[in-house]
């Protein structure tokens, strides 16, 4: 009991050793061919093929692309590419140029030095819908043929008319409407054609009668035709004439061979405070 006791008060009386030091984080240090693995690993973890970074890597360059061109795209060259959809001669000059704006800005430069300025620069007044061609109970021998414009049309227009109608009755009261004698119009142009004067003589002539003076009421207009002997194809060659003058100079909406009364037209209305002109044929 006494040995218990005296190992005890040993133990008690005894200091405790000191507590072990605390441990410190060690440091990593990455080699350069540590470091240069870190993008492999990466993209092994993210389990990215190389092709597939290259197609991200496109994406970006596109959109950047987009976004530029967004911003600093001049406007005149989206004017330019907006109208070449409907216009296949604006279209054909730029070509590939489409896209950049400096070789745009070339091809029409050398288009306007080859064409000329003043053939850009002349105004068109016509119009680029084509007219509406119809007949109503038409008789080449007592007839009608009428007119409508877009608008109410101005001297210089009633004149621009009168003189194609007054043109196309000279031509065919000298026989120019004649179907029977279309000698060159069935030869091949590739070489000199021959042309038989006996049989252009022979052939049966035909004459265009009588014409009225041309009549214009607010934007309807027309004229009383006598066709005699002349064939249909004089009223191809006036049409033909016309399809030219509504493009370039005065819009014409429709042609009708035939009919009693078209629009408002009023018989006997022959002031000009009512809109009334006419050109003498």
Known sequence: MSLLLAAAKTLLLSPFPPPPPPLRPRLRIHTAAATAGTGDNAATASRT??????????REERRRREY??????????????????????????????????????????????????????????GSIVAFKVSFRDFNPLNSFIWFELFGEPTDRDVDLLGGVIQAW?????????????LQLANSMLDCDPS????????VMPSSFHDISDLEFQDNWGRVWVDLGTSDYLGLDVLLNCLTQLSSEH????????????????????????????????
């Open 49 to 58: 093929t190389a092709r597939e970074r290259r197609l991200v890597k496109v």
């Open 250 to 281: 005065l819009g014409i909406k429709q042609v009708v061979f035939g009919g009693k009364k078209m629009g408002d037209w009023e018989e006997g209305m022959t002031s000009s405070d009512y809109g009334y002109r006419h050109f003498k044929i």
């Open 195 to 202: 042309y038989d004067s006996e049989e252009a003589s022979s």
């Open 68 to 125: 530029d061109r967004e911003h600093t795209y001049p406007g005149w060259a989206k004017v330019l590419e907006n109208a070449c959809r409907d216009d296949e001669e604006l279209r054909a000059i730029l070509g590939d140029s489409i896209g950049n704006p400096e070789l745009m800005k070339q091809r029409i430069q050398e288009r306007v030095r080859k064409k000329g300025r003043e053939q850009f620069n002349k105004s068109k007044t």
């Open 169 to 181: 009755y000279v031509m065919g009261r000298l026989g120019a409407f004649n179907s029977s004698n």
